[in-house]
């Protein structure tokens, strides 16, 4: 076992200790660890993480269900009934109860865990030589001695002594509480060194927000400084949304006027119609319990919990719940092109320099295919022809990370996708990147951002001089270039070029004096251009495809990219992203105020040549209009326009963990088609939730109307107190859930986008609770009427009754599965396995609510004749048919926006 690596409790500090005293002390291997000796260390120092908060225990989760309003006036009725000497109904009472506490724990439950396994679908790697090769592996799979790389954007995955550094900084405030960002150097630092002021070393959980490094680890799991100090990154998701809170607060404010209602109700029945005080009281607390949705927000939260599932299943990864909610409302999705519009499968297409065009054969990253002289260069080429290509091919191989692999026939890109075309490049021009590398070995490097949009490495020539190679945006590199940037050739190339939807990229070099060890972006003026290379990444099919469904949906699509305005047109075009797309430049809108950025965006719809703070700046000015709008990012400087959109959307593959963080979803595969999906899923669980609340209230609504309404005219209850508790008891726990499950309706794409405003309890839903109460009053006083005019016994009576509300919420569970297409066709009758199922249990529980003898004797039943069955089935189909005629006369009238 390596010194020191045994010893935990105890472990030498590293801070103080020389970076190559640390490597000898760890055996750690400059070129990194073989995978057989990582497995064995792995096997020893246990997996790199924290131990998981523990969640809370069932006792204590089946508690927290009865933390209500609701749930309170429940269990205020239940004992109310009880002092009354009502045990019957008091056991109903908490019958319910229970049962919807229990129904509470194994939803939220299921629903925490779907939340939580969100983040094991996205993981965090790490990169780190394994093999002498670099490697992307699990971060739960670092050992003491690994060599790790780190750039800006990555969280750090253990505890790192740092060996290589460039313009390095680490926010660090989780553990030292320092807001601003520390400065890393690979120096030692004194023993003593506070926490705060270990320069030589990167811990576990911080975040790099600027440069790069290689460090070795030195701690993990447990033992990593926050591991010490009982710091736990994981935790369980508090199910908490926008949504739930509105439907808290809506249940609170619902019990208050449920309890004035059963106040003012009792005081008319005691008073004015002289009703026994304890069996009005006992009838209007069974009301008042049947009136109260106490399952609404369980059943809200597993239809959120369904959508992230089904979301998940898209490569849509939710890792903040409120985003389900906001998806289904997104009217603007802005979106990088490169890999998500694209297939980010580059490939090298034609170099230009200064002594010709050259064209290359061959596609992908496998290396296959050649570098012939283009149009402008014939016959056969001079050496000085043939010298200026090498020199451009070798500064792509050398300015270059990636790494490309070989497996099972198929060649791939460990690295940036167009590093790796590089190298496809300079293999097909018989250029070998390791003998290159080796020739000329890497000194410094300043790593691309997008601040300055080029990479620059320093090496060392065979003759001991020093030169630097660059490559970058044409305009970037052009500026640094007096030759280039005079020359009226480059221009038109790149306008050439990008009109045909080539992605460019400029190449330079610069000789430096000998001595030189270090350089910055200072240093890179006066450098002589050597050429540029087109690229293509061709248009995914199903992106187009899926902008289609966003333009059917009144969703708009805008392209937000560093490209060239021409390039990002010619693709647009190809997507057919709009009918004539427009576009803006960056440098336009830095010279706009926000008030003419926002007149400007609705109609623009290709973002070109832009940095991340022109993303914050189109979001926002997007949001002016009432926008809700869905952004991508990838990089950490995107991590603030992720935060301010509505739904912040960050890449999985290419996406560093910054803007992970920062973002509501993640996309497991980086393509524009699983946004559309998950916005589709949004939709749906929006609708499902409307769907449970139009049939929650009505059917409630419809019950307690009828009673009042008997009450008013002095009949007796259509059903007693018991019975109104055994019909919430029954079908709150299935005919109430099944709506969570469904799936979305046809044409759910073809709508325009709901108001990000727009009110959960809207016109045609407050329609919706009055009609169908309406409707089941006249039924179920309708029923009674008969029956009593019949000469029926009332306990007959209330059991035709009760069997009709039951049929009846049966038959508009049907009509309330497809609110915006009728319900009378194949599809809708035959229902999904949920609702069957539910139904089934419903009819099982009231054949034996009506026949069974002992529910007989508990609920005071009688048996109905096989003609009163089917006469209140034919009822229910009336009402059926009623309301799916009221469906369309709404949609044809056109009186409620959220049914067109």
């Known amino acids: 076992m390596p010194q020191g690596a045994g010893n935990p409790q105890d472990p030498p500090a590293w801070h103080s200790l020389d970076s190559a005293l640390v490597r000898d002390r760890l055996d750690a291997p400059a070129q990194g660890l073989p995978s057989k000796e990582a497995q064995d260390r792995l096997a020893r120092s246990g997996p790199n993480r924290l131990p998981a908060r523990k969640p809370p225990s069932p006792l204590w989760r089946f508690l927290a269900q009865f933390n209500n309003a609701l749930i309170y006036f429940l269990l205020a009725s239940a004992l109310a009934a009880l002092v009354l000497d009502h045990a019957v109904d008091a056991g109903v009472i908490l019958a319910v109860v229970l049962i919807n506490a229990a ?52 969280r750090v995955p253990a505890d790192l002594r740092i060996d290589q550094a460039r313009a390095l900084a680490i926010e660090e405030a ?39 490094a ?78 109260i949705p106490e399952g609404l927000p369980a059943v809200i939260t597993i239809t959120l919990a369904i959508g992230v599932q089904r979301m998940a299943r898209r490569k849509a990864v939710i890792r903040k719940l409120p985003a389900v909610e906001t998806l289904g409302a997104t009217s603007v999705i802005c979106t990088d092109k490169t890999g998500t519009l694209t297939r980010n499968e580059m490939t090298v297409t034609r170099l230009f320099t200064p002594l010709g065009e050259w064209w290359v054969s061959g596609s992908g990253y496998a290396p296959e295919g050649e570098v012939s002289p283009g149009d402008g260069n014939p016959g056969a080429p001079s050496e000085e022809a043939l010298g200026a290509r090498h020199e451009l091919i070798a500064c792509a191989a050398l ?19 167009m590093d790796g075309a590089l190298l496809t490049l300079a293999a097909k021009a018989g250029e070998d990147s390791a003998t290159l590398t080796r020739l000329w070995p890497r000194i410094d490097a300043i790593p691309f951002d997008a601040a300055y949009r080029l990479m620059a490495t320093l090496h060392r020539a065979q003759d001991g001089t020093r030169c630097a190679f660059i490559k970058g945006a044409p305009e ?195 393509n524009f088609a699983s946004i559309v999906a998950a916005v589709r899923e949004g939709r749906t669980v929006y609708d499902n939730i409307r769907k449970v609340i139009a049939w929650t209230l009505p059917t409630n609504g419809g019950e307690i109307l009828a009673v009042v309404i008997a009450i008013a005219l002095d009949l007796a209850l259509p059903m007693s107190a018991t019975q109104i508790l055994w019909i919430n008891l029954v079908t709150s726990v299935t005919l109430g859930l099944v709506l969570a499950f469904e799936p979305a309706e046809p044409g759910i794409m073809e709508r325009p986008a709901r108001a990000r405003d727009a009110p959960l309890l809207s016109g045609f839903i407050a329609w919706r609770v009055g009609v169908v109460s309406v409707l089941f009053a006249v039924a179920l006083l309708g029923v009674y009427g008969v029956s009593r005019r019949a000469g029926d016994p009332l306990e007959e009576t209330r059991t035709l009754v009760v069997n009709m509300l039951v049929i009846a919420e ?91």
């Open 103 to 154: 129904v509470g724990v194994l939803q939220e439950g299921k629903a925490e865990k779907a939340l939580a396994g969100m983040e094991a679908l996205v993981g965090e790697h790490a990169l780190a030589l394994r093999d002498a090769e670099r490697a992307k592996i699990t971060a739960e799979t670092l050992v003491p001695g690994d060599t790790v790389l780190i750039e800006a954007g990555d």
């Open 476 to 670: 970037a590199i052009l500026a640094l270039c007096p030759d280039g940037g005079a020359d009226p050739h480059w221009p038109t190339v790149i306008e050439r070029t990008a009109s045909e939807g080539e992605r460019l990229l400029a190449f330079a070099r610069i000789d430096l004096p000998a001595e030189t060890v270090a350089f910055d972006l200072a240093t890179l003026g006066g450098a002589r251009l050597l050429g540029l290379m087109a690229f293509v990444d061709p248009p995914r099919e199903e992106a187009r495809r899926a902008i289609a469904q966003c333009r059917s949906a009144g969703i708009a699509v805008k392209m937000i990219t560093g490209d060239h305005a021409a390039t990002a047109l010619a693709i647009a075009r190809q997507l057919d992203l709009a009918p004539e797309p427009k576009a803006l430049t960056g440098a336009e809108i830095e010279a706009m105020d926000d008030a003419e950025l926002r007149r400007l965006v609705p109609e623009t719809s290709v973002f070109a040549r832009s940095s991340p703070e022109h993303k914050l700046r189109i979001v926002r000015a997007l949001q002016a209009h009432g926008l809700t709008v869905a952004m991508t990012g990838d990089g950490v400087n995107d991590a603030p326009s992720l935060r301010q959109a509505d739904v912040g959307t960050a890449m999985g593959r290419s996406g560093t963990q910054a803007a992970r963080e920062a973002a509501g979803m993640v996309l497991l595969d980086d």
């Open 399 to 417: 300015c270059n990370d990636a790494r490309l692999r070989h497996d099972a026939a198929r060649w791939s890109v460990l690295g940036d996708p």
């Open 214 to 291: 290689r460090g070795i680890v030195v701690a993990t799991g447990v033992h990593t400084e926050i591991g010490r100090i009982g710091a736990l990154l994981q935790s369980v998701p508090r199910l908490v949304t926008p949504l739930l809170r509105q439907i808290d607060r809506f249940g609170s404010l619902l019990t208050l006027v449920i309890l004035v209602g059963s106040v003012a109700l009792f005081a008319f029945a005691v008073l004015a119609r002289d009703y026994p005080w304890v069996e009005a009281l006992i009838a209007v607390v069974a009301l008042a319990v049947g009136a």
């Open 810 to 900: 049966i038959f508009y569970l049907f009509n309330v599965r497809y609110i915006h297409v009728r319900s009378f066709s194949l599809r809708g009758l035959l229902g999904t396995p949920a609702v069957l199922g539910a139904i089934g249990a419903v009819t099982a529980a009231q054949i034996a609510f009506t026949y069974f003898a002992p529910l007989q004797a508990i609920f005071h039943t009688r048996a109905v004749s096989l003609g009163d069955g089917a006469g209140l089935i034919a009822i229910g189909f009336v009402l059926f048919v009623l309301l799916e005629l009221e469906k369309i006369a709404l949609r044809r009238l056109r009186w409620f926006d959220d049914l067109i």
């Open 174 to 212: 989780a553990l030292t509480g320092e807001s601003l960002p520390s400065d890393k150097r690979t120096d030692p630092v004194a023993r003593e060194a506070p926490l705060a002021e270990r320069s030589s070393m990167a811990y576990s959980g911080t975040l790099v927000v600027r440069g790069q």
